[in-house]
């Protein structure tokens, strides 16, 4: 995808653009570097195949890019900023996923790209532009490594999703450890995806947790969660979070959640609520 030479017109190193870019007119190596950057997101962004030439592509709006190669980015690929552990964990789960009975699960910056649920139509909470607007909590932060770097994986037949987990320091409670509420959280989206991808649109209505042992800031945790029961609407779900080496058991969790009234969107759920 980059050219090696860098971009013969603006000099950037590292340039995307291929030999084929032609410099507009009169365009100034500012404005240049501009374009390319913007090719570089859409390039990223898998937007666009080989064959599309530079030339249009700074009409569209720098911010409209960034929003749509932020959605298309999956968040839950390797960084430079996983330790060796968490890269060894991530390495079996996906060798585990070759027979089939584990599933990598992809991670955006909205949740139900990420769940792959078509809910386009029942969705209605948020308009296209308020959803270019917000992000999922967990992913909220571009700095690789400072806040929750994870990776899920779900088991289908056995109703199990996993997170490896590498808490980085914008999570920060006690100093060194992370906070109480980003255990939860990411208890929570865990546990939230197994449900989901059992039942559906669901809600988390409870969730209790025990915490065992403080989680060390940059240590990597398994967070492994399963469905339990299914009764009508009702979805009953545990986890346990444990060391790579399953000997510190750092926080243990029952949850409960609700499938959602298929036949109203979310909004007319809460409106009638
Ligand atoms: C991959 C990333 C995944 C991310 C996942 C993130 C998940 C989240 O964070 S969701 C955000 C936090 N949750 C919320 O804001 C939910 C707020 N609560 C609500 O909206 C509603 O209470 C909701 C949707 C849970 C249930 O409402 P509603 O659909 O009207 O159900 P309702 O009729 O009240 O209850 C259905 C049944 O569940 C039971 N129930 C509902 N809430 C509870 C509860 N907290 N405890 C025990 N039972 C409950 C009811 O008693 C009823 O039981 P039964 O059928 O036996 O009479």
Known sequence: MFSKRGCSHCTFQNCPVRPYAKRKPNTKQADCIY????????KWAGLLGDGHQLHGISTFSFQTWLSQARQSKDYALPNSSWSQGMMDL????????????????PSY?????????????SLKLTSE?????????????????????????????????????????????????????????????TIGGCAIFV?????????????????PLGSVV???SKVDQVEGRKVFLSCQVRSIDGQTLHAEATALFI???????????????
């Not at 374009?35 to 997101?41: A, G």
């Not at 991530?90 to 699960?105: A, H, P, V």
């Not at 559906?200 to 042992?213: D, F, H």
């Open 199 to 215: 039942a559906g649109r669901v809600m988390t209505a409870n969730l209790s947790i025990n915490y065992r042992n403080p989680i």
């Open 222 to 224: 398994l967070v492994d």
């Open 129 to 189: 532009k308020e959803r270019k607007e917000t992000r999922l909590f967990p992913r909220n932060m571009d700095t690789e490594g400072v806040g929750f770097e994870y990776a899920m994986f779900l088991n289908p037949s056995e109703k199990r999703m996993v997170c490896l987990f590498q808490p980085g320091p914008y999570l920060e409670g006690h100093p060194g450890f992370a906070h109480g509420g980003s255990t939860a959280t990411i208890i929570d989206s």
């Open 90 to 105: 991530y390495s079996r789960f996906l060798e585990m996923c070759k027979d089939g009975t584990w599933k990598r699960i």
């Open 109 to 121: 910056t909205w949740l139900y790209r990420s769940t792959q649920l078509n809910l386009k139509k």
């Open 259 to 273: 499938r959602l009234d298929s036949t109203k969107s979310l909004q007319q759920q809460m409106s009638s609520q």
């Open 35 to 42: 374009d390319c950057l913007d090719l570089w997101l859409v």
